[in-house]
């Protein structure tokens, strides 16, 4: 298998983006399934690299990236060392840069015979996923898209990071990492452009347009998304599956770093879900 970590994906005036991909050499016909992750995530993440070779083991070129905005940078692209970047991200920022990522796809691997890029998958965790059915709502290139554990409101969120009246008076609110321990900022401008983009960044109505077929994935014990955000994901669109991972948390049972050689049995039966939907004509 070809494995190639940190491409730079130059983009001009705007923040770069790292890119790794994991495709084989011999063979044929490999579709593309690019991955998003989630708030306060990264490419590098826990058990992603294993994720992402099983599903190129089964005949796919995968796909991931950190968002611009994320928190990390070229030099160091695991954990926030960007904290100012970080403040600055909103969801529009990440549909620009899923936006040029797809670009990207499509020009990089132009010459290579064997990757259908004719054929783009979208998965997406968490946040990632919200940003994924928009982008899919609005993308032709996009064939199927996979959600894990996504929420189904960007609103509800937004207006949850604090009291709004503080946080214009102030300019920015903070939250703790729990992992890191870090004070990661938010500054006012996300609330101002979810304001000014609010029709474009509504799930359901993404969710209501998509004409793609969309796998839901989402374990039964999420504490940081409800389940109900799955169902209701659902319940939007009549073409849509659902699949529910019994005793499955937020990441699927990994954590970072994730120092065994194996996904954790919940993740290997969503790559299980995820390469039969794939692999459905």
């Known amino acids: 298998m070809e494995i190639i970590k940190n491409i730079v994906l130059e983009r001009g005036a705007k923040k770069p983006i790292l890119i790794d991909t994991f495709f084989s050499k011999e063979t044929l016909h490999q579709p593309v399934v690019v991955f998003c992750h989630g708030y306060k995530g990264f490419k590098d993440w826990g058990a992603w690299d294993l994720m992402a070779e099983s599903v190129a083991k089964s005949g796919f070129c995968f796909v991931k990236f950190n968002f611009s905005h994320n928190g990390g940078t070229v030099e160091n692209p695991i954990d926030f060392p960007d904290l100012e970047a970080f403040g600055n991200n909103n969801y529009t920022k990440e549909l620009d840069d899923l936006h040029d990522v797809l670009t990207w796809v499509k020009e990089y691997f132009a010459g290579y015979k064997n ?26 290139r996009i064939q199927k898209l996979i959600t894990l554990a996504s929420i189904s409101d960007f609103g509800k969120r937004t207006a949850t990071i604090g009291n709004l009246k503080e946080w214009k008076e102030t300019g920015v609110k903070y939250v703790v990492n729990g992992r890191t321990k870090q004070q990661m900022p938010h500054y006012y401008q996300f609330y101002t452009d979810f304001k000014q ?24 014990n999420d504490t940081s998304i409800s389940i109900n955000e799955a169902k209701e994901l659902y319940e939007w669109n009549s073409k849509n599956e659902l699949a529910i991972i019994k005793g499955a948390d937020h990441v699927f049972n990994v954590k970072h770093p994730w120092n065994n050689t194996a996904l954790s049995t919940e993740l290997e039966n969503v790559v299980e879900l995820v390469l039969a939907f794939l692999n459905t004509k």
Not at 135 to 140: I, L, R, V, W
Not at 205 to 219: D, F, V
């Open 115 to 140: 990757i259908d890029t004719n054929s783009i998958n979208l998965i997406g965790h968490s946040r990632g996923g919200g940003i994924s059915i928009i982008k899919a709502s609005e993308d032709n």
């Open 197 to 220: 983009n609010e029709a474009r960044l509504n799930i359901k109505s993404a969710e209501e347009k998509l004409e793609i077929p969309h796998l839901i994935i989402h374990g039964d």
